[in-house]
């Protein structure tokens, strides 16, 4: 078995921050944008960009982003609000998830 080597706390606040900017890169690009194919590669940026956004949230929402639990949440809260839902009902419908993962509440769609 692996030694639990904790949260990596700095480097998810350094994470944090690198994303940030790359929101503000990409909005400021987005102001000043000409042509379709540049628009299609600032979108496939952002896209990827929000998708590790999202990975910081999912880390927030498991309460393993920072050791301090209000940390924990100021992170997530300031990363979902790029996000069209607020972080705690982001967290409730992740872990709510987990509860019914694999379960007939969750296989409405097959």
Do not use: T
């Not at 503000?24 to 628009?39: F, P, S």
């Not at 960009?49 to 300031?78: C, P, Q, T, W």
Request: hydrophobic residues 50%; charged residues 15%.
């Amino acid at each position: 078995m692996k030694p639990h080597l904790g949260i990596p706390q700095r480097l998810n606040a350094v994470i944090i921050i690198a994303q940030l900017a790359g929101i503000a890169w990409c909005l400021h690009e987005a102001q000043h944008i000409q042509g379709a194919l540049n628009l299609a590669g600032l979108a496939g940026a952002f896209g990827l960009l929000m998708n590790s956004v999202y990975a910081i949230i999912h880390e927030a929402d498991h309460r393993m982003l920072f050791n301090d639990k209000r940390l924990n949440d100021a992170g997530g809260m300031l990363m979902s609000l790029f996000f069209p839902a607020p972080f705690h009902l982001l967290r409730q419908g992740h872990l709510g998830h987990h509860l019914r993962n694999r379960s007939d509440d969750e296989a409405f769609d097959l």
